[in-house]
């Protein structure tokens, strides 16, 4: 969540090394995923291009194998290049669920997908170490820059992807499990400020967004929860940030120790946030700010320090900001603006011939748990959220000055507000359009998979993730979808 890394979000936990970052660096306070969802939102960084574009729709569904990223042109351009860790931007490879669950939000019916969000403590007071396989990575890449970077004669770029603060896999919640469990140690648990915590307000069941209630619903959120519950899901949360930053911290240190930290630029970003209990939700998959604001921070040589940068960014940004550090021509059909001269302070046309940056960023999403396309424009004050073809939801709009927790949309209220957001929407993306194509393409990918399975359909559908609410009824939901298609 990229609120953690400016005030007031700072003070609920100790994030030395983001605090590094910002002492020695810029910090941009509002920075957005193009698309809430893993898979998509790698896809816009990787690529520079909005989800439409790229045609992200859902976590299976990201960039062709052989798209040119920005690391490949830095590559080609004579940078020596190493990734670690996770990528997921050409398929996340996600469960047969988590598919099908995105190409049947249209159907008709309401199904708990995921498992109810808990927390769970592991291990005692010293242990550092819990999300195993992201030390691994992070301890690959220490390794890289201490024994094969410190030889090299060109330049290097380094990737390092990591899954935390991702929620673990819940296995409680059937064979395919959710992502549902917040896990930590009592040693990172110790660095949140309990008193400091937020809980958030909700509105009631029958007051929200329907789209939002469809979410809240497939979340499993939906149910009675005690404000311990509320406050404890939110305190591991911040401990597994606080474990994430630790390993931005050894990155940190490697450089230092083999004398790059001061030529070498860094980047710390996240693919979404997480909404920990915000609007009676957990995970991303929403325009709420837990889960579309991420963090930017970047430090290195030419990058003015200690400097807030106010304007609204995106992911798409990253592509054209690798070229324009690294030299390299930047296409001119990019979704995105370089940052350079945002964080250089040089005169925008000195760093690339480009228009000038718009004051809006677009985010868009089409995976699962939410049963419509979405939309969100952010620029000035305003969060314009529309849905699937403008009319068969309400949209909402925020004034994120006067109300940043979001809990009042005020679209009745700025009519005027909204048709020229709505307009400059538009004139961006043709989304009814889009919203039409993903609903065709989602049709078109269960009727394959449906027919791949012949006889087995019914039993596999059935034993999804949705396994305890389908088994109640199996015939009514099959209905329910061949009404759909």
Request: charged fraction near 20%; charge should be neutral.
């Amino acid at each position: 969540d990229g609120r953690l890394t400016f005030f007031p979000g700072n003070q609920t936990v100790d994030l030395p090394s983001i605090n590094f970052m910002k002492r020695h660096g810029t910090v941009f306070l509002n920075a957005y995923t193009n698309s809430p969802i893993c898979c998509p939102s790698r896809a816009a960084m990787w690529s520079g291009l909005f989800t439409h574009l790229t045609e992200s729709w859902n976590n299976f569904k990201g960039l062709d194998p052989d798209y040119v990223t920005w690391m490949d042109l830095m590559e080609r351009h004579g940078y020596r290049a190493q990734k670690f860790g996770k990528l997921d931007f050409t398929s996340g490879h996600h469960s047969v669920s988590n598919r099908v669950e995105a190409w049947t939000r249209d159907v008709n019916f309401l199904l708990r997908q995921e498992g109810r969000p808990m927390v769970k403590l592991t291990g005692h007071r010293k242990q550092f170490r819990v999300m195993e396989t992201d030390w691994r990575n992070t301890d690959k890449a220490v390794n890289w820059i201490k024994e094969e970077a410190v030889n090299f004669t060109q330049p290097f770029i380094l990737y390092l992807g990591l899954n935390l603060p991702h929620p673990y896999p819940s296995p409680y919640a059937g064979e395919n499990f959710g992502s549902s469990t917040f896990l930590t140690s009592p040693y990172w648990l110790q660095k949140v400020d309990y008193e400091a915590i937020k809980i958030p307000k909700w509105s009631s069941l029958s007051e929200m967004h329907p789209v939002d209630y469809y979410s809240s619903y497939t979340k499993n959120c939906t149910g009675q929860f005690t404000k311990e519950e509320v406050r404890n899901i939110r305190a591991f949360y911040y401990a597994m940030c606080a474990e994430t930053d630790a390993m931005l911290g050894e990155i940190i240190s490697a450089l230092q120790d083999t004398g790059f930290l001061e030529k070498t630029i860094i980047i710390f970003t996240a693919d979404h946030g997480e909404l920990a209990m915000e609007h009676r939700q957990f995970y991303k998959m929403s325009m709420y700010e837990g889960s579309s604001h991420v963090p930017l921070l970047v430090m290195g040589p030419g990058v003015r320090e200690q400097q807030q940068i106010p304007n609204v960014v995106s992911l798409v940004d990253i592509y054209p900001t690798m070229l324009d550090i690294a030299r390299i021509p930047v296409p001119q059909n990019l979704s995105g603006y370089s940052l350079v001269p945002l964080l250089c302070e040089k005169a925008e046309n000195e760093a690339s011939p480009r228009a000038p940056r718009p004051s809006w960023v677009l985010s868009e999403f089409h995976g699962c748990n939410v049963n419509s396309s979405v939309y969100m424009l952010r620029t000035g004050k305003w969060k314009y959220i529309t849905y699937s073809n403008g009319s068969s939801e309400p949209p909402q709009l925020f004034d994120l000055t006067a109300d940043p927790d979001e809990l009042t949309n005020v679209a009745m209220k700025f009519p005027v507000t909204v048709h020229s957001l709505d307009k400059i929407l538009r004139s961006i993306v043709n989304y009814p359009e889009v919203s039409s194509s993903v609903q065709e393409y989602n049709k078109q990918q269960f009727i394959s998979w449906k027919q791949s399975l012949g006889q087995n359909y019914s039993n596999v559908i059935a034993n999804l993730r949705w396994h305890q609410d389908w088994l109640k009824d199996p015939k009514k939901y099959e209905r329910a979808i061949d009404k759909w298609l």
